[in-house]
Antibody, heavy 124, light 108 residues
Framework: QVQLQESGPGLVKPSETLSLTCTVSGGSISSNYWSWIRQSPGKGLEWIGYIYYSGSTNYNPSLKSRVTISVHTSKNQFSQFSLKLSSVTAADTAVYYC???????????????WGRGTLVTVSS | SYELTQPPSVSVSPGQTARITCSGDALAKTYAYWYQQKSGQAPVLVIYDDSKRPSGIPERFSGSSSGTMATLTISGAQVEDEADYYCYSTDSTGNHRVFGGGTKLTVL
């Protein structure tokens, strides 16, 4: 059974770079898109971007200039993909989720598996 | 940028039917998906491809779509259905993923 787990610092200083990793266990990272999604306190869900297992990426236009998503394959049972968000401010304080995308029979991608999320606070 | 619009809140009594709408231009060409998020938890998919229900989701959850509007219907809403519900889709290019602003469903 595939599981996703986010990890990384829970506190980041303003102007620094937020770095998170999503560990994929119990399955392969191949043949799927893998996304990062965030949710500011009391707010809605915001898609940050995705990476395909081959390495191609696509980002939310509102965050594109500050976001980098990378994939790290492994020969053992674990694979990882990561998020870097630069020049953070208090507005970037949120719960960050990693998620697997699945293609429906019509070829549209949606999130079928989520991590539990990790809270990142931006504060000095 | 592409947007999906949902009502901020919907309130029903237990056993009544709750309907949550989601509007967006690209819905005429793409599919709608619905996520349920209970307090402190990750979202859970309850409807995909406009109207299909994943295994394990109660039959009282259904979805429909017409033109630029999709609707999530909960027939005979239960207290445990109280949650935030988000519609999701892609823009017309299929490249960008978009969530609606979310609807808080109150069942009491």
């Amino acid at each position: 059974q595939v599981q996703l787990q986010e990890s990384g610092p829970g506190l980041v200083k303003p102007s620094e770079t937020l770095s998170l990793t999503c560990t994929v266990s119990g399955g392969s990272i191949s043949s799927n898109y893998w996304s990062w999604i965030r949710q500011s306190p009391g707010k809605g869900l915001e898609w940050i971007g995705y990476i395909y297992y081959s390495g191609s990426t696509n980002y939310n236009p509102s965050l594109k200039s500050r976001v980098t998503i990378s994939v790290h394959t492994s020969k053992n049972q674990f694979s990882q993909f990561s998020l870097k968000l630069s020049s953070v401010t208090a507005a970037d304080t949120a719960v960050y989720y990693c998620a697997r995308e699945y293609s429906s029979s019509w070829g549209y991608w949606y999130f079928d598996l989520w991590g539990r999320g990790t809270l990142v606070t931006v504060s000095s | 940028s592409y947007e999906l619009t949902q009502p901020p809140s919907v309130s029903v009594s237990p056993g009544q039917t709750a309907r949550i709408t989601c509007s967006g231009d690209a819905l005429a060409k793409t599919y709608a998906y619905w996520y349920q998020q209970k307090s402190g938890q990750a979202p859970v998919l309850v409807i995909y491809d406009d109207s299909k229900r994943p295994s394990g989701i109660p039959e009282r959850f259904s979805g429909s779509s017409s033109g630029t509007m999709a609707t999530l219907t909960i027939s005979g809403a239960q207290v445990e259905d109280e949650a935030d519900y988000y519609c999701y889709s892609t823009d017309s290019t299929g490249n960008h993923r978009v969530f609606g602003g979310g609807t808080k469903l109150t069942v009491l």
